[in-house]
């Protein structure tokens, strides 16, 4: 897993990096103020990612790149979780088959919008399962390609959780026209930090943690896999995810 880290964490943030510096100056900040004023007028993730896209206004070179960039992250991902199936135990290469279609949560969170970081979008929802004992944690991370998304996290992955007495809590992070990589991959591994500094009083076993997610959410649950920092050695993650988008 170690190898793994060291192998591919500075593809998965120069890829990032590299989709960032597509746009100018200019773009980016129209790209901020388009993002902040479809929020504001109450648009959600779709019409938000339309509002964005017109205001930048591409240009057919930067399109070509990113579709590129687009790629090669996904092969990227795909070639990740080969073999990182390779080295996981047959319980954690389940945790790898696609989830079915994502609906949005049957019941509200336990803790609603909380604040794991200073930026307005390092927030998380939390659903706590009942039991007796601390629990494990699935955490979802949102795709959007970086630049769109907000925490959610599929209404029957959900539900599975808590049935079987795992929690689960939806973060979201910093975008692209926020900030630059690799601050979104330090958002992920704040959240986790965060989460764990809440085990006792959420009840949260801190040695059990997964974490899953679409698109820019399958490259973040690859890249927190690899992460030491926030986790004994002896205690990986597992992941799963979808590397399209």
Known sequence: MEELRKKYTPQLIEIQRNYGDILTDEQRQAQREAFRAAREAGKQDADVRK?????????DEQKEKQAQIQKERAELFAKIQEELRAVLTD????????????????QPPTHPDVKYGPHDRNVMDVWLAKSDKPTP???SIHGGGFSGGNKSISGDLLRQCLDSGISAVAITYRLSGEAKAPAQFHDAARAIQFIRSKDKEWNLDPTRIAATGGSAGAGLSLWLVFMTTWRTPATP???CGSPQG
């Open 51 to 59: 509002a964005v896209e017109a205001a930048i206004k591409l240009t």
């Open 91 to 106: 319980e954690q290469r389940k945790q790898l088959r696609p989830q079915g279609e994502a609906r949005g949560p049957a």
């Open 137 to 139: 944690v699935l955490v």
């Open 237 to 239: 993650i597992p992941c």
